[in-house]
């Protein structure tokens, strides 16, 4: 049997759950001892004595997925994603047709995407699962609220900016609805000027919410900068290390691990794994502050996992080092474990679904 341990938030917690580690209060009396089964009785206890996190045992189960709430949770996310989808077209059809972004709108819709987080488990396995679609800028600003949502919280930061994050993903690419749709959904690669009219959609979603007193500058300045990179390499300014701002670092490395996961027109979708080792490949280009945790949790996402490996078998992910993210330790559904560090002539071609 596998075993992971997750932290989990305590609203999200729910009674049958098994604590991974002892609650310990202040004056290091142990309160709850590892293994406990958690009732709705101890749940308030916890409450009551103001704890606000704890760490809860997850079974892997043979079939690969996570013993706690994940089946449920899977339907339940995937309908609120779908509701969340047509919301967006409504904001992003205003922003291409009218010229202006719907704020409001677009706040109660990160509400709804901090919503779609709590009590979510599995989040980053259900995202890797979602059918190819051919709203791809829809999805992927919706994709990357809901990552960024999940860094933040990883990253443990309060809900003021845990909303802002989400809003900064739900934006970042608002200023794609200013460019002309035939080089939008261009088939071919693009000419060196149509790319230069691509790579200004930073600035002109920047202008979009130039003028809006209710979204935080911090916000806007992710939108504007979300394609700069640490060292100087990216655009619209070419600018490098501390001018970057915080939320531009973090909607950087979410929107690459969607764009990386999803397919597009000239190529086929990364893993998980490989989307995951890219992104550490990048530690001159991103922040490692941000990179690192984001990789730790995909990493912890895998783990369990069932995959195809490029020889046509099936195989379960049992260990996954940080440092060797599209390389791990696997067991093969026909018996029998594999280092793919050793293996060099196999390598994960994708998930299996389930
Ligand atoms: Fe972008």
Redesign the pocket.
Known sequence: MLWLTRQYLLAEVQAGMILARPIVSGDRNILLNENTVLTQTTLDLLKAWGVQSLHIKEIIREDGVNAYGFVAGREKFLARYEENILVLKDVFETARYLREAPVKKIEALADRTVDMLSGATGVISHLSSLPPADDYTLRHSLNVGILAGLLGRWRKVGIKTLREVVLAGLL??IG?TQVPLEILNSPGPLSAAEMAIMQQ??VRGYKLLEDNDRLAQSVKFAVLQ??ERLDGSGYPAALAGDAIADYARLIAVT?MYDAMTSSQVYREAFTPFASAAEIFAMFDKLDPAVALPFIANIRDAMIGRMVKLSDGTEARVIYLDTERLSRPVVRLARGGYVDLEKRRDLTITGLVAG
Do not use: A, E, L, T
């Open positions: 970042h690419d794609k959609h930073p979300h394609h929107d």
